[in-house]
């Protein structure tokens, strides 16, 4: 099994700044693409920012200049820097990757999305 576990968020003033965190763990062969989303309230999710395993980056529009995907390889973790944060940045932030675990019974290699439960995030005066 493989699993997804977020950690970081909390509630912030307009301006400061929020480390996020997120490690996967579990059977795990090889990872792809891990990303941080948001939803925020009446809204659908959306991309923050997303890497790939060799670091190349894309972020939202509404974020770049402020935010900062990292990831360790190593560690199979990814994590979230955010700067500058405003009222807007509010949600629930969820980490996601694209996973190859090890084959299970099937014995058939798969790749598939994963994600964490989700971190609030809150800025606010």
């Known amino acids: 099994q493989v699993q997804l576990v977020e950690s970081g968020g909390g509630l912030v003033q307009p301006g400061e700044s929020l480390g996020l965190s997120c490690a996967a763990s579990?059977?795990?062969?090889?990872?792809?693409?891990m990303g941080w989303y948001r939803q925020a309230p009446g809204k659908e999710r959306e991309l923050v920012a997303r890497v790939t395993s060799g670091g190349s980056t894309k972020y939202a529009d509404s974020v770049k200049g402020r935010f900062t995907i990292s990831r360790d390889n190593a560690k199979n973790t990814v994590y979230l820097q955010m700067n500058s944060l405003k009222p807007e940045d509010t949600a629930v932030y969820y980490c996601?990757?694209?996973?190859?675990?090890?084959?299970?019974?099937?014995?058939?290699?798969?790749?598939?999305?994963?994600w964490g439960q989700g971190t609030q995030v809150t800025v606010s005066s």
């Open positions: 996601g990757a694209d996973i190859m675990p090890y084959p299970g019974a099937t014995g058939l290699w798969e790749m598939d999305d994963y």
């Open positions: 579990g059977s795990i062969f090889s990872i792809n693409v």
